[in-house]
């Protein structure tokens, strides 16, 4: 194998990427009609496995498909690709469609999921991004009303990002109704008098992994947060604005529709939220073992 591929997994082997081979009929392909996670690797240690295997079942239980394999069998092939990859940083990738079928759009009988997985080297925001601060555009949430869902029907969000990019900004911060929801691939966090604030979880937005671990480390440290709606006109009068994923971990965003986001460097909460984030992931690196219980 070319040492530059990343390995993969296909329905039950683990190949070269290059060689992996889907049908073109694969409803993945044909509808979009798939779910999926990315999961950040610290040191070959999974981070919070569990709680993504909880956002697959939900995925799955909220588009039909039953999930192929046992949490167990998950967790032996999560573990093996990680193993096999080539970077003790990485970001897994796993989707899981409705399989092979004669194109139509009723769900067909008798057919195996598709499953695939890849690994690749994590790259997380640079230091310059992290020190400065990236800018991001604000527009009208179009998607549908199961943004809880992790689908690989993705266009509305692709669409929304495009629109970042064009603008010379790196996500799109997005309202529905005068509320925001959340970013194109990532959840938003304000700071309102002191206080950190964050939509709660619901159909219109996705339950972020990254969402939960920052309200955590927000506890433990003491910080004030409140998990409640954020007016459109709170969010430009934010003190402070961050996104959170979990390949660009906490970032804020110090440029909104082109005008700075309070003094338009990244505010005193977010470098302790960075810095406890950083923490965090060393901790997990130090783990003994790959925490993988599923
Ligand atoms: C629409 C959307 N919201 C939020 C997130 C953040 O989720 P997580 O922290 O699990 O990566 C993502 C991740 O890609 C996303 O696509």
């Known amino acids: 194998m070319d040492a530059n591929d990343s390995i993969a997994y296909l329905n039950g082997e683990f190949l070269p990427l290059s060689k992996a081979r889907i049908s073109p009929l694969d409803r993945g392909f ?58 003790e940083d990485q970001s897994l990738y796993l989707q899981v469609t409705r399989g ?40 009208p949430d179009n998607r549908w009303l199961r943004c809880n869902l992790k689908t690989t029907s993705l266009l509305p969000n692709v669409l929304l990002r495009q629109l970042a990019i064009d603008a010379g900004a790196v996500e799109a911060v997005l309202l529905r109704d005068g509320l925001l929801t959340e970013g194109a691939a990532s959840n938003i966090f304000l700071v309102k008098d002191g206080v950190l604030l964050v939509p709660p979880k619901s159909h219109l937005t996705l339950p972020g992994i990254t969402y939960d671990v920052v309200l955590e480390l927000a506890q433990k440290d003491g910080m004030r947060y409140e998990i409640r709606e954020v007016s ?3 969010l430009r009068s934010a003190q402070e604005l961050w996104l959170s994923s979990s390949t660009r971990e906490v970032l804020a965003i110090t440029r909104l529709d082109d005008k700075a986001v309070g003094n338009g460097r990244p505010g005193p909460l977010f470098r302790r939220m960075y810095t406890l984030f950083q923490e965090l992931k060393a901790q997990v690196r130090r783990a003994p073992e790959p925490q993988m219980h599923a």
């Open 232 to 234: 459109e006109a709170e």
């Open 30 to 87: 044909i509808y979009g009609d798939g779910v999926y996670e990315v999961i950040p690797v610290y040191g070959r240690r999974v981070f919070r496995w569990e709680d993504h295997l909880r956002r697959l079942d939900h995925s799955l239980d909220g588009i039909r498909l039953p999930n192929p394999y046992t949490h167990a069998q998950w967790t032996q092939i999560i573990r093996e690709l990680v193993q096999r990859g080539a970077h």
């Open 100 to 139: 092979v079928a004669k194109r139509d759009h009723a769900f067909p009988k008798g057919v195996p999921a598709t499953v695939f997985l890849m690994t690749n080297a994590l790259s997380v925001p640079t230091q310059e991004a992290v020190d400065a601060g990236v800018a991001a555009i604000s527009l």
